[in-house]
């Protein structure tokens, strides 16, 4: 028994809900029992199934219905699909899968690789027509996977063709697909071109519409005078926030002749027209940008500038300031040392004092311990061998007043401390000189004292 007919009828009832899936899946169960046993003119019994709704008569099928299917059938034959189970007739069904469809897509030379593949078409809605206006376009030799890529990413014909207008010709999938996927019209592309920004490559463009590179912003900075600039320097730009209004305000401070690279490091260290404006009042009108940049990485305010001036540092130039800044000179500690008694300062001794971490509170600390007269390298030595003002009060509240600061440092170095020196005087008598102590420490008591 042939059942051909069979099934299709079968599959007939299915598509037009006459039984379900699974009651035509019960019938094929039916079919196989019969066709396995070619002698029998009935159904051989079947085993009890679950029970489903009794099937009403199924009307002769149409003509037309009979078409359909055979054309269906012999579509997919064509197309190399020999066998079709329930699913997937209702899979077919669902997604629209018509021969028509199939004889269309194989006459264009799409040839998908099984049912799977052609419902996969269907699904991100691949139709001939797509494929035969990216055809007209030049893009041929497309597999499946290229065809779903550019559906996916909404890269239609008219946008081939219109990217085409602005210049962009030989485009590969990739590109239509980066293009599409960060937004990039051809209008775009357009008025790019208008303001002189020509000759692109893919990756350009892109860079440009991800950084918000407009038209406008194009136009705005060639009008300040700016005009040799490159994909990367507007990029560069447009990242830092340099707008057209900034570097219009820089030209009114006197700032002509700057590059690119110039207006970026004003913008990443933050120099504002303010700023520049405060270095004038001061009189620092012919500043080299390279010097403006300095004092605002090394945050020499205009203010610090003017109160080192009111102190009496009056001819510092840059290097200068950068160096009082990065050791954290201000004039809090310029007054503390003339307030020591330290006068005649020039800006190597403060920076020398300044590395040597000789505070202001180390100043005042040693002045109400005793140390008076004291010259900037005594100063900084005795920083350097950390005698504290604890130690030299220590000495002043024993008696040894005024030592000079070489004598301070040796003692220290030597470990003569009070608590020693006061050791040695209850053990060996009051009238021990510092020196003898001190002598103690190097070379023992019994030389010292000639006792054995």
């Given at each position: 028994m042939n059942g051909t007919k069979e099934r299709l009828m079968i599959l007939d009832m299915i598509a037009e809900g006459k039984i379900t899936a699974a009651e035509g899946e019960e019938l094929f169960r039916v079919l196989e029992v019969v066709d396995e046993d070619p002698e029998s003119d009935a159904l051989a019994p079947v085993p009890p199934q679950p029970p489903f709704p009794p099937l009403q008569p199924v009307p002769p099928r149409s003509p037309r219905g009979q078409r359909t299917s055979d054309d269906l059938v012999s579509a997919l034959k064509s197309a190399g699909i020999d066998h079709v189970t329930l699913s997937d007739v209702q899979e077919m069904q669902d997604h629209n899968l018509t021969a028509e469809y199939v004889n269309e897509m194989l006459a264009l030379g799409i040839e998908p690789d099984g049912l799977g593949e052609w419902i996969n078409l269907r699904v991100h809605e691949i139709t001939p027509r797509y494929v035969r206006e990216l055809r007209d376009m030049g893009i041929n030799d497309l597999d499946l996977d290229e065809l779903i890529e550019l559906s996916l990413h909404d890269v239609s014909a008219k946008y081939v063709s219109e990217l085409r207008e602005v210049g962009l010709k030989d485009l590969d999938v990739d590109e239509l697909v980066e293009l599409s996927n960060h937004d990039v019209s051809a209008k775009y592309i357009a008025e790019l071109r208008e303001v002189g920004i020509k000759d692109l490559d893919v990756d350009e463009i892109i860079e440009l519409s991800n950084h918000e590179v407009s038209a406008k912003y194009v136009a705005e900075l060639r009008a300040t005078g700016l005009k040799n600039f490159d994909v990367?320097?507007?990029?560069?730009?447009?990242?830092?926030?340099?707008?057209?209004?900034?570097?219009?305000?820089?030209?009114?401070?006197?700032?002509?002749?700057?590059?690119?690279?110039?207006?970026?490091?004003?913008?990443?260290?933050?120099?504002?027209?303010?700023?520049?404006?405060?270095?004038?009042?001061?009189?620092?009108?012919?500043?080299?940008?390279?010097?403006?940049?300095?004092?605002?990485?090394?945050?020499?305010?205009?203010?610090?500038?003017?109160?080192?001036?009111?102190?009496?540092?009056?001819?510092?130039?840059?290097?200068?300031?950068?160096?009082?800044?990065?050791?954290?000179?201000?004039?809090?500690?310029v007054k503390a040392l003339r307030d020591f008694g330290i006068k005649d300062l020039d800006i190597d001794d403060v920076v020398e004092l300044g590395i040597h971490n000789v505070s202001p509170r180390y100043l005042t600390e040693m002045k109400e311990a005793g140390l008076k007269n004291v010259e900037i390298d005594e100063l900084v030595e005795m920083r350097i061998h950390n005698v504290t003002p604890k130690f030299v009060r220590e000495l002043h509240e024993m008696g040894f007043d005024n030592l000079p600061a070489d004598e301070l440092v040796e003692l220290n170095i030597h470990h003569v401390t009070p608590r020693f020196i006061r050791e040695m005087r209850r053990k060996h008598g009051e009238h021990l000189t510092l020196e003898q102590i001190r002598d103690m420490r190097l070379h023992g008591v019994e030389e010292v004292l000639g006792v054995r």
């Open positions: 990367d320097d507007l990029i560069e730009l447009s990242n830092h926030e340099i707008s057209p209004k900034y570097i219009a305000e820089l030209k009114k401070m006197g700032l002509k002749d700057f590059d690119v690279d110039n207006l970026v490091e004003l913008g990443n260290h933050d120099v504002s027209p303010e700023f520049i404006a405060e270095l004038h009042s001061l009189g620092l009108k012919d500043l080299e940008i390279d010097d403006i940049i300095e004092l605002s990485i090394h945050d020499v305010s205009p203010e610090f500038i003017a109160q080192m001036r009111e102190l009496g540092f009056k001819d510092l130039d840059t290097d200068d300031l950068v160096q009082l800044s990065n050791h954290d000179i201000d004039p809090e500690f």
